[in-house]
């Protein structure tokens, strides 16, 4: 078994991103598994390196300990998305020669107008398959001026999983509506490629992590079920999924990198103590009764005790309050 966090340094960790990384880690444990970390800064105008480092930093500070990643190394060269585009190239590479994936050419504005147009009941990122059928000549011709972004060609299929927390789900997945992009224009891969290649490249069995990635789940395990076969490999396996609460403040705000004062380091700046801030998130959770701990503490060794099959979990919020 093995088990993951998988953030991106786009910000100082805070509350909201150790909440996560804690489950995974208490759930990890409890089935004695191994730990990944791994940086997801793909995204290269975001996210920074240093944070990358003061986030491993702020991770065992609270007492993480992890079994592969950065600092401590594994079986990957690095753990660090923004240098494995070598591997995401290749497997594109791959999809391409079995024709899975072509080249999209509509520019902003054009998108644009897709998604804004009245499509009943359907959510606003899909497309309308315009680039699919293109002629070579075309394709050829269009490559001399533009650099495409490159969308896989879904065919339209029913996926169901049933999620450790919110239970069964069922995704319909349209072709060419759903044809999703797996490298932008700009030459960016997409979240939804790298999380998967990563988490079949290392392994992952579990994936655990906030509910606002609960919808982009059955395009992953698309993917998953499209390598599976176009790689012919049996040791591509769809992993299992708890897709946990978002903690939100008292005035129903998702915590954001935005707000300061949720961060760890300026809760450690204000003389909190690790042990204070598990605790914290423990009790806003549901995890532990405030009344069971001394001064709303809890260590990290303690908490892997904890059930996580708790009915709590399943909501898609869970408000905190920080007091000072
Ligand atoms: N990197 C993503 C984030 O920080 C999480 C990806 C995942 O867990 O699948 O929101």
């Known amino acids: 078994m093995k088990g993951r ?38 995204d290269i105008q975001r996210s920074k390196r240093e944070l990358g480092e003061a986030l491993l930093d702020d991770l065992e500070w609270l007492g993480f300990e992890w079994d592969e990643g950065p600092r401590v190394g ?4 690095t753990y660090w998305q923004s240098e494995r585009q070598t591997y995401y190239r290749d497997i594109l590479e791959h999809l391409a020669s079995e024709k899975l994936i072509y080249p999209c050419f509509c520019n902003r504005t054009r998108l644009q107008s897709i998604a804004s147009a009245p499509h009943v009941g359907e959510i606003i990122h899909r497309y309308d398959g315009h680039c699919r059928h293109l002629e070579d000549k ?13 969308r896989l060609a879904v065919n339209s299929c029913d996926i169901d999983f049933v999620d450790r927390w919110q239970g069964f789900q069922h995704i319909h997945l349209e072709g060419e509506l759903d044809d999703y992009v797996l490298r932008r224009g700009d ?53 299992s999924y708890g897709h946990a609460p978002l903690l939100i403040d008292s005035e129903g705000h998702r915590l954001s990198k935005r707000q300061k004062s949720i961060t760890i380091r300026e809760l450690r700046d204000n003389q909190w103590s690790a042990n204070r801030i598990l605790g914290e998130l423990a009790i806003a959770g549901g995890l532990v009764k405030a009344n069971t701990l001394h001064n709303r503490e809890i260590s990290i060794s303690d908490l892997i005790e904890i ?18």
């Not at 069995?205 to 012919?232: A, F, P, S």
């Not at 708790?310 to 000072?324: A, D, G, R």
Request: charged share 20%.
């Open 74 to 77: 594994g079986p990957e060269s």
């Open 138 to 150: 075309l394709i050829k011709e269009f490559m001399t001026s533009k650099e495409p972004s490159l």
């Open 187 to 239: 030459g960016m891969y997409a979240y939804n490629l790298a999380v998967v290649l990563d988490d079949i490249a290392m392994g992952i069995t579990e994936v655990i992590r906030g509910d606002d990635l609960l919808d982009t789940t059955g395009q992953q395990i698309y993917l998953y079920k499209t390598l599976q076969q176009c790689l012919h490999s049996k040791n591509i396996k769809v992993p």
């Open 307 to 324: 059930d996580l099959n708790l009915p709590s979990l399943s909501q898609k919020t869970i408000e905190i309050q920080i007091k000072e």
């Open 5 to 42: 966090f998988a953030p991106s340094p786009t910000g100082y960790i805070h509350l909201g991103n150790v909440w996560i990384a804690l489950l995974s880690y208490i759930s990890t444990k409890q089935q004695k598994g191994q730990y990944v970390v791994r940086m997801e800064d793909i």
